[in-house]
């Protein structure tokens, strides 16, 4: 739903890791540690024969449910304090050193597990993001039942909806039909006295 070309690489990397749940259809792509180990494999972050387990997995949806609260927070609701108490446990087990190159500086694994070197390349992402100003505009949607994770592009980062044309249009749709209901049944009732 984003201009892919427009969406800075690290902010692709956080939506799209919040986007393997999307909600409005219960479509899960982390459905088993293989799966989980695929799709951090084809970006990079695992190597592609590593081994995970359950446990793994349920701390990668974790995190991730976790981010999908912090962005809830982007977009102008209250995220849930105990899922944020979550994700911060969940990340304060990942062990990460500051790296220094000719290029600049990033976060990595300091050892540990396959999914600690994943998650820290996500959290050096979430880093990025804060340095380039970009992870305010990592927002979800306002639509209760989608939360699909978008970036906001817009010049004074107000988007609401990750699509004008669905989520926004029935949204809208719905407040004037409520508008209209509301008249109807006030003029049904007849004048107040």
């Not at 201009?3 to 792509?29: G, H, K, M, S, Y």
């Not at 981010?67 to 944020?84: E, N, Q, S, Y």
């Given at each position: ?105 990033r976060l990595v694994a300091a050892g540990g597990t396959p999914l600690d070197r994943a998650l820290a390349g996500l959290v050096d992402a979430i880093r990025v993001c804060g ?32 699509s004008m044309a669905g989520c926004g249009n029935y949204i809208k749709m719905r407040r004037a ?17």
């Amino acid at each position: 739903m984003d201009d892919d070309a427009a969406v800075p690489a690290a902010v692709r990397l956080v939506r799209d890791f919040v986007n393997t749940l999307e909600p409005q259809i219960d479509d899960e792509t982390l459905t088993s540690p293989d799966r989980l180990r695929d799709w951090f494999a084809e970006r990079g972050l695992m190597a592609a024969d590593a081994h995970l387990d359950p446990a793994d997995l349920d701390m990668a949806l974790t995190v991730r449910e976790g981010l999908r609260a912090v962005l809830l927070g982007h977009a102008g609701h209250h995220a849930d304090p105990t899922t944020l108490d979550r994700l911060n446990q969940a990340l304060a087990e990942v062990p990460v050193a500051l790296r220094f190159a000719d290029d600049g500086h990033r976060l990595v694994a300091a050892g540990g597990t396959p999914l600690d070197r994943a998650l820290a390349g996500l959290v050096d992402a979430i880093r990025v993001c804060g340095e380039d100003g970009t992870w305010p505009r990592l927002k979800v949607c306002a639509r209760d039942t989608c939360r699909w994770a978008y970036y906001d592009a817009s010049r004074n980062q107000a988007r609401r909806w990750c699509s004008m044309a669905g989520c926004g249009n029935y949204i809208k749709m719905r407040r004037a039909y409520a508008v209209r209901t509301g008249r109807t049944r006030a003029a049904d009732r007849g004048p107040t006295v």
